[in-house]
């Protein structure tokens, strides 16, 4: 066969090739999307609750999870089971730092948190080895402002790692109210206002406090197989959480309505932890590179990011 007819056939056959892995890389009619428990995922309940990504993207069937804490998100991700989820800043590095292939590409919110005890418990130095603290799970934003806190207190940051007990918020509300093992929640709006309601107990741990400052209680993260072979989904994405932001931000009484549905709240509470002075909704992603180097410093992870782009997928506004 003369040199320019095996030229042409080998174009043919790159070309069918090249059609064949459009047709399996475009064109996906689902988006998977995990969130956790609390007012700082309303963004998500708007979302869906108005049909956001359904109206942009007509055809496309959108799953909904609700998860017990990011080690749940990280396996489903893994196992190629989700294509989004919505976490905290320390769980998505410990996902990072172990290889997973995700990157952020929203900050979604900063909300009231702190650590929850008995009153009888008057700061941390009062809590002993006998005594176990709750939280969603070891690496949770709440374990790693624990240890910030015990770093900065005790100069010691794994001081209380060994009373933690992995629980998700509405049960780590009623272990603390049941009086029994657990003696502390880390926890967040609602259940922060909820347990701290009750007479018997008192906040001696704020977020901000521990942090230092303001920063992204939640943030979204996507694969990066999601992200590079859904361009359209990974947009309508974007411009979804975006709006149920505005929406909140701009409409807190009809959020606050639609709301109801998904915590066994009253209307006017919820309305009133949206409006708090604490709670804000933004894209803007914040409290990176705080984060990364104490997880670093004190060897949660491995690394630390030297460029905001290794973390963040492009166009994401934040501030470090």
């Given amino acids: 066969m003369k040199k320019p007819a095996i030229i042409f056939i080998l174009f043919i056959?790159?070309?069918?090739?090249?059609?064949?892995a459009s047709k399996e890389t475009s064109g996906n009619t689902e988006i998977r999307i995990a969130e956790q428990y609390g007012i700082a995922y309303a963004p998500?309940?708007?979302?869906?609750?108005?049909?956001?990504l359904e109206e942009k993207l007509p055809g496309v069937k959108v799953v909904w999870e609700q998860m017990i804490n990011t080690a749940a998100?990280?396996?489903?991700?893994?196992?190629d089971k989700l294509d989004v989820g919505f976490m905290a800043i320390p769980p998505f590095y410990i996902g990072w730092d172990k290889g997973m292939d995700w990157k952020i590409f929203t900050g979604l919110s900063s909300v009231p948190g702190g650590l929850v005890v008995p009153k009888?418990?008057?700061?941390?130095?009062?809590?002993?080895?006998?005594?176990?603290?709750?939280?969603?799970?070891?690496?949770?934003?709440?374990?790693?402002?624990?240890?910030?806190?015990?770093?900065?207190?005790?100069?010691n940051p794994q001081k209380m790692d060994n009373l933690l007990v992995t629980l998700s918020h509405p049960d780590g509300m009623n272990a603390l109210f049941s009086k029994n093992e657990i003696k502390a929640h880390f926890t967040a709006t609602p259940y922060l206002e909820s347990e701290l309601k009750n007479e018997e107990f008192h906040k001696i741990l704020d977020v901000k406090e521990a942090f230092g400052g303001d920063f992204s209680f939640i943030?979204?993260?996507?694969?990066?197989?999601?992200?590079d072979q859904n361009s359209e989904l990974y947009q309508a994405l974007n411009e979804g959480v975006r709006e149920a932001i505005e929406f909140i931000n701009n409409n807190p009484e009809k959020a606050a309505k639609i709301l109801t549905q998904y915590y066994d709240l009253p209307q006017e509470e919820i309305l009133e932890y949206l409006t708090s002075e604490d709670t804000h909704y933004s894209t803007k992603v914040k409290g990176t590179k705080e984060f990364s180097e104490f997880m670093y410093k004190t060897k949660y992870i491995s690394k630390a990011y030297k460029n905001p782009e290794e973390i963040l997928w492009e166009n994401v506004e934040y501030e470090e």
Avoid: Y
């Fill in 219 to 227: 943030v979204g993260v996507t694969t990066k197989k999601f992200h």
């Fill in 13 to 20: 056959l790159l070309l069918f090739q090249g059609c064949a």
């Fill in 44 to 52: 998500v309940q708007i979302m869906r609750h108005q049909g956001l």
């Fill in 120 to 155: 009888e418990i008057k700061s941390l130095e009062d809590i002993t080895e006998k005594d176990r603290i709750a939280l969603p799970q070891p690496g949770s934003v709440q374990h790693i402002l624990l240890s910030m806190a015990c770093d900065r207190e005790f100069n």
């Fill in 73 to 79: 998100i990280r396996e489903a991700m893994v196992a």
